[in-house]
């Protein structure tokens, strides 16, 4: 069974960072690439970062250029999201998907980032 379980988030201060993570299982973790999405209150999903099955390629949303960054620990079967410089306007849930190539096939349950002072 497919299991993608996102952890980090939580409640921090406009330039503050986290560090978000989601543990993969029950798939062979480094035969696929990984995005990370997000939710807005209120709002549609909203694609924020991918990286490829080795972590060579990285992609980022133009809002999120210099303040995220995506990575992965294959070893670990665990991808990663560093957010830098947190605005209010990045609260939302953050939900790991995996990529199947041609959709996102499974998603994680999210993990919710308030940034607020």
């Known amino acids: 069974e497919v299991q993608l379980v996102e952890s980090g988030g939580g409640l921090v201060q406009p330039g503050g960072s986290l560090r978000l993570s989601c543990a993969a299982s029950g798939f062979t973790f480094d035969d696929y690439a990984m995005s990370w999405v997000r939710q807005a209150p209120g709002k549609g999903l909203e694609w924020v970062s991918a990286i490829s099955w080795d972590g060579g390629s990285t992609h980022y949303a133009e809002s999120m250029k210099g303040r995220f960054t995506i990575s992965r620990d294959n070893a670990k079967n665990t991808l990663y999201l560093q957010m830098n410089s947190l605005k209010s306007e990045d609260t939302a849930v953050y939900y790991c998907?995996?990529?199947?190539?041609?959709?996102?096939?499974?998603w994680g349950q999210g993990t919710q980032v308030t940034v607020s002072s």
């Open positions: 998907a995996k990529d199947d190539g041609w959709y996102y096939d499974y």
